[in-house]
C-alpha cells in the first residue's frame, strides 16, 4: 500500500502524489523540442522528482541518452579552477550514468583524465555526441552547489557557445539542457558581481522560461486523495479535502503532502476512517504549533536569519501591514520569491505564501521581539489574533 512521502524523491508506485501530468507533459515537449530550460523553484517543491520521472520516461525512447546527474557530493575542490572543474565534468556525468550503462561510464572517467582546459572539453562533447549519434539529454541537479563559482558560470557559457554553433550548423552538442536547482542562472550572476552592466548578462540567456508552477491546484490535488480512499475503501468528500488543502497551503507540494501524512500516520494511524474537514483543520494547527518543526520550516526560518533586507522586508509586511507591490525586479522581493517566502497577491502587492507559513513566521517574529499589540491590527479580523493572544485556530473557510 501506498504512503504520503515528504522526504526525497516521491515514486508513483509507491507514494501518493498529486496530478503531475501537465508539469510533467510540458517538460517533456520541452526536451523534445531540443530547448535548454531550467526548474528553479524553492525546495522540496518535486524539482529532483521531476528530474526522475523525466529520466525514466526518455530512457525507454532507443534514440535518446538521458545522462540524470547532479554536483552533489563532489566537494569544493573541482570548482577552484578551470582545469579542475573541465576534467570533473565528465566524471558528473558519469556518476549519472553508472547504473544503466556501466561501460560508458567507466569510459568517461577515463576520457575525463585526458581533460585539462574547457577548450578540451568542449571537444570531448562534440566528439561524443557526434560518434553516439543519439540526442543526449543532460538534466543537472544541485546546480546552487556551484552557485558561488566563476568557473561555473564559464561551463555554463561553454554550453551557450556550443548550443549556439550547433544551430549555425558549426558544431554538435547535447540536444537538451535541464538545469535544477533552487536559484535561476541570473541569481547566481547576481551573487557573483557588483557591476551593473553585468547584472543583466546571463550566460543562461539560450533558455526558455519554464511557463509553469510547481504548485499544485484543488484540481491536481484531489485525484490523490480519491486514490488513498479507494485503497482504503473509504468514502470521503474528496472535492472539499482538496479545496481546505489548497485553502493552507496555496499548493504547496510538501505542505499538501506533510497535511496529509500527519492525518495518516498521527490521527489515524489506529483507525482508517473516512476523512472530514476537521482533519484538515486539525493537520493544520499540527503544522503551526510553535513546539513543532521540521527541515523544511528550519529552512524558512534560515533564509530569514541569513539575509537580514528579506527579515525586514517580511516583518514589515507581517507585523507592520505595510502594502509592498510585488516586484521581482526588486532583488529582495526575488529572494523571498526564490525562497518561497513571498508571492504575489491579487492586488499585486507582497503577500506571504501561503497560511501555513504566514502564521509560522508571524509566531516567529513575535518570538524575537517584546511585541506591542497595537502594531497587529492587520490580524485582529483575520482570526490570527483573539484577546490579545496569537490564535492558532483559524475560522474555517468558507467553501464552495
Known sequence: MKEFNTVGICQIEKHYMC????????????????????????????????????AKSFEKVETYLVISTSFEGIGDLPFE????????????FAKGLFFNHPELADWLEGEARKIENFQQLSRFISDWVSKSGLKIVLLLDEIDKASNNQVFINFLSLLRDKYLAAAQGRDATFHSVVLIGIHDVKTLKLKLTTGEERKLNSPWNIAVDLDIEFTFTQQEIEPMLVEYAREHILTIDSHLLAQLLFYYTNGNPFLISKMCQVIDEVYMRENKRPWASED??????????????????????????????????????????????????????????????????EQGLCDISNKIYEYRILDYLLSKQETDHGLLDRYRDSGFISGGRLNQELPTPKTE
Open 19 to 54: 496530478d503531475v501530468t501537465a508539469k510533467f507533459n510540458r517538460c517533456s515537449q520541452l526536451i523534445e523540442s531540443g530547448k535548454y530550460f531550467a526548474i528553479n523553484f524553492p525546495r522540496q517543491h518535486g524539482k529532483t522528482t521531476m528530474q526522475n520521472l523525466l
Open 81 to 92: 579552477g578551470e582545469k579542475n572543474l573541465a576534467g570533473m565534468i565528465p566524471v558528473v
Open 280 to 345: 484538515i483543520d486539525a493537520a493544520y494547527t499540527y503544522l503551526v504549533d510553535g513546539a513543532y518543526t521540521t527541515t523544511h520550516f528550519d529552512d524558512i526560518d534560515k533564509n530569514l536569519e541569513n539575509n537580514e533586507d528579506l527579515f525586514h522586508l517580511v516583518k514589515d509586511i507581517v507585523i507592520n501591514g505595510m502594502a509592498l507591490k510585488f516586484n521581482v525586479s526588486n532583488p529582495v522581493i526575488a529572494k523571498g520569491k526564490v525562497y518561497g517566502i513571498l508571492k504575489g497577491n
